[in-house]
């Protein structure tokens, strides 16, 4: 495993400075290795906002439930702790009146904007074009599994993620009985197993390949340099040891498993206790597997804790968290908001997907509703272009301007 130390953002005095700390990671726990992360500032703009729009994806079904598409005040202030709204409900709703609608007479009963029910719509209408990549990506992930075989469960945690429909037992597993099939757990009574039962010539090309073909073609890289190499960026100011890039170097040429290689006849606890290369192979098939999960959610991004949900079922012995550190070229992992969430760097750019589809499209617009707050909507429409006009918090709207423009 690689792993370096680098000083938090240094004082004007100060200089910035990088340790690397080769072979296998310095002995810390998790929490303190998440603490003494580099931040890259992109990124946690990013998920300050982002947080936010996870609340109000959870908010969404207890509008929408009722015939009238709207909930008492008081409902959402019961369930506050439950929602994560640590200040309240009330507070949380009045920071974003460009996405709720709070009623002026009693009984108070809260609805989203037209703004916000035009996202919605969209979305739904989105991840309804969108079921043929839906099923091709349900596919993939458990073409990742040696046993082809997940827990419903699990994959009920990231629907969202993948960009399920929420109705997906039906419109997606049911609608394709020569691809999916539910069976029940043997080992945990009233829990159900989806399976793939489709029988396929060839397993599926990782989305890694992808890089690795245009790296070849168009920018001339040597083919035997990148056969098992990774697409690696870091946030400027990060300055990288020459034995780090040497390390890296040789991490990138390591042969490993790809994703959706079968290796249900290796014993990976014979690899492991045999070399330290066996190790080093074993964390990059594990490296390769997260990489291809991030690739299959439609935003490029996952809570910790959920994707930790299938490290059984894909066979890594490994701590998540401790991955995503190690290979911070690749993942970033940020705190921001009750859970820890990693993105893949490189499907980023000045924190906007480079390759959007149209679920991500959808939902960015939500995000940019929320980072509007409390400005009018001549700070900016929330189709993400912020422009000039609004008087009354300029030093809002000139750091959302700088970070999106």
Known sequence: MLRYAVSRWPSSSASFSIILIPGMRKKTTSAQSVESRHRDPTFEKLMRHQKHVTKIATIQPLVYANPDLSVPLSFLSRLSQRLHLSRGAPSFLRKFPHVFSISSTKPLAVRFTDAADEVFRQESDALDRSKPEAVDRLRRLLSMSASRTLPLRAIFKVWRELGLPDDFEDSVIAENPGIFALVDNPNEPSTHLLRLVETMALPPVPAVERWRDEEYRQNRKDLEEIRFGFCHGFPPGMRLSKEFRAKTKEWQSLPYWGPYEDVGRVDFSKSRSRSRT????????????????????????????????????????????????????????????????????????????????????????????????????????????????????????????????
Not at 282 to 309: C, D, N, P, Y
Not at 370 to 382: A, K, N, Q, T
């Open 278 to 405: 066996g190790i080093k192979k074993m964390e990059k098939r594990a490296v390769g597997i997260v990489h291809e999960f991030l690739s299959l959610t439609v935003e490029k991004m996952v809570e910790v804790e959920k994707i930790s949900q299938f490290r059984k079922w894909f066979r890594i012995d490994l701590n998540m968290r401790d991955l995503f550190l190690d290979h911070s070229g690749m993942f970033y992992l940020s705190t921001k908001g009750k859970a820890h969430t990693v993105f893949l760097r490189e499907a980023y750019d000045r924190g906007r997907l480079i390759d959007p589809n149209p679920v991500y499209l959808a939902r960015r617009k939500m995000l940019d509703l929320v980072m509007m707050g409390r400005r009018s909507s001549g700070c900016g429409e929330y189709d993400g272009r912020l422009e000039s006009g609004d008087q009354s918090s300029d030093s809002e709207c000139e750091e959302e301007r700088a970070w999106v423009n």
